[in-house]
């Protein structure tokens, strides 16, 4: 991966919708150059798939909230992924370092609804011991959304 890929994936991060030919005129390439290195970066799994970013609160998901699991004995990364897999509240998941087993964003309805996907997590894990939950106030820095102002990719912030 080079400079202009990475000048490339930028202009994705900013503006998925972004066309080849936007994309050139920012980082200096013809719409053909640009669609040939889109398609390399996806053939090389750099871009693993395009997607919209919803905003949770304006389709309705107005509670979000971060779990901790933890887990009686061990359990492998596999069994946690299909589990929480089953629960469609689930966003993201992660094993993690420290005394957790593993952390979860949830995005629900409601209080209710966070309710019910938590007891949907203990239900199809069948080892949880118990888990601890954040409820999100407010976010603060989001940089997977769209257009976020000041993004740069990890590489592209400057040092000091």
């Given amino acids: 991966m080079d400079d ?6 930028g202009c ?20 053909p150059a640009v669609k040939r290195r889109m398609d390399r970066l996806v053939a090389d799994g750099v ?8 905003d949770p609160h304006l389709v309705g998901w107005t509670t979000e909230a971060y779990v901790e699991v933890h ?8 069994e946690l992924r299909a589990a929480f897999g ?6 993201a998941a992660a094993t993690v370092s420290g005394a957790a087993d593993a952390i979860l964003h949830i995005v629900a309805k409601d209080v209710r609804d966070l309710e019910r ?3 949907r997590v203990r239900v ?3 080892n949880v011991d118990r888990t601890e939950t954040a409820i999100v106030l407010s976010r603060l820095i989001d940089r997977h959304g769209p257009g976020q102002a000041g993004f740069r990719p990890p590489d592209e912030v400057p040092a000091g």
């Fill in 4 to 9: 202009l890929d990475r000048q490339l994936i």
């Fill in 12 to 31: 994705l991060l900013e503006d998925g919708r972004a066309t080849y030919a936007a994309i050139g005129d920012r980082i200096g390439l013809s719409s």
């Fill in 47 to 54: 871009i693993a798939g395009f997607t919209a970013i919803l």
């Fill in 71 to 78: 887990c009686k004995g061990t359990i492998s990364p596999d």
């Fill in 86 to 91: 089953r629960v469609p509240e689930v966003h």
């Fill in 117 to 119: 996907a938590l007891e």
């Fill in 124 to 126: 199809e894990t069948d």
